[in-house]
Nanobody, 120 residues
Framework: QVQLVESGGGLVQPGGSLRLSCVAS????????MRWYRQAPGEERELVAA???????NYADSVKGRFTISRDNAKKTVYLQMNSLKPEDTAVYYC??????????????WGQGTQVTVSS
């Protein structure tokens, strides 16, 4: 059984920072891409940032220059450092990863989400 568990969400003032973490656990053979998505109330879920197994990254235009995605392969963990937060960043943040439990067969797994609220 594979699980992704996010942590690090909370309430922060505009201009503040938060660091989200997502740890993968279970019977994991390997992990390819890892991603952060977010979903605000009444909105569709959107891709925020992604990172490949070798560290290549890409970001949504709305977060470029403010958010940084990184990963620690040994710890099976992906991070999202969020700086200069704005009220429009308020959402539930989900991590997602391409994980194989046997060689060559990958499946997408999702975490349960962590709430980020940016408000004064």
């Amino acid at each position: 059984q594979v699980q992704l568990v996010e942590s690090g969400g909370g309430l922060v003032q505009p201009g503040g920072s938060l660091r989200l973490s997502c740890v993968a656990s279970g019977s994991i053979f390997s992990i390819n891409a890892m991603r952060w998505y977010r979903q605000a109330p009444g909105e569709e879920r959107e891709l925020v940032a992604a990172i490949t197994s070798v560290g290549s990254t890409n970001y949504a235009d709305s977060v470029k220059g403010r958010f940084t995605i990184s990963r620690d392969n040994a710890k099976k963990t992906v991070y999202l450092q969020m700086n200069s937060l704005k009220p429009e960043d308020t959402a539930v943040y989900y991590c997602n990863a391409d994980i194989s439990t046997v060689r060559g067969f990958f499946k997408i797994y999702w975490g349960q989400g962590t709430q980020v609220t940016v408000s004064s």
